[in-house]
């Protein structure tokens, strides 16, 4: 506890007091953390954590950076993932194209080996970049705006290509290999987490997920009892 500063150290002497000396002495790593996390991180960041960690995509950074990220808001989703083989999962969903097309999920049984699996990869492309053999890949300045696709990409694409597949979005040649796996989220087949049909949404109101704050239950309850117990008589008209 001595590695603590500021407001997280203000909250434990006051917890102490709380407690008392040799209940804090005795207190448990668990028995600390939860109320620590309950105090500094609100619900709502929570949902908010999770949803960011559903929707993670390499878009660019290095898989230092990327795993970096990866288990920064990994820390927050014991709920979501409760497998190391759904962390697996997770993490190669989150890699760009140049990765995972040349990886398969089910080959990995723990979250280390997948990421260092990435970093052996990352290392072949920069050597093939100095090679000549492929080209460095150009990151978009500006997030917000999608990158055209030219004439010409759209022919390689009919010629050579493969059409998206319906259950991963991605395209390749013969089965998919996600076409009988589970989603880790509702637990059905069809497709990935990451094209889970119902987008994780957080009430602000009540801070709970699955709906957003103009549909929650406590405010249209609230309203309706409002509207039926108080409504305001409509003004006569007049003239002068």
Known sequence: MGHLRGQA?????????EIGSEAARAM?????KVPFLKHHSPKAV???IKEEFIQLRQKGESIDKITGIFLDKLRFCDELVTSEEQKVYYYYNML???YWEFMTPSKYETLTEII?????????LKMQIERGERRARIVNPNPTKKARITE?????????GSPNCKVCRKGHKGECRFKDKLCPICGKTGH???????????CYKCYQPGHKKSECLELVGKKDGKDSHTETPKAKARSF
């Not at 150290?9 to 007091?17: E, I, T, V």
């Not at 448990?28 to 600390?32: A, D, K, P, S």
């Not at 990935?192 to 957080?202: D, E, I, N, Q």
Request: glycine fraction near 4%; aromatic fraction near 12%; avoid cysteine.
């Open 116 to 124: 260092n699996t990435a970093r052996e990869r990352e290392i072949e």
């Open 96 to 98: 760009s194209a140049e």
């Open 46 to 48: 929570i949902n908010r």
């Open 192 to 202: 990935t987490a990451a094209l889970y049909p119902r987008k994780v949404s957080v």
């Open 152 to 160: 010409s990409s759209k022919k390689q694409e009919g010629k050579g």
């Open 9 to 17: 150290k203000d909250w434990w002497d006051n917890k102490k007091k």
């Open 28 to 32: 448990t790593w668990y028995e600390f």
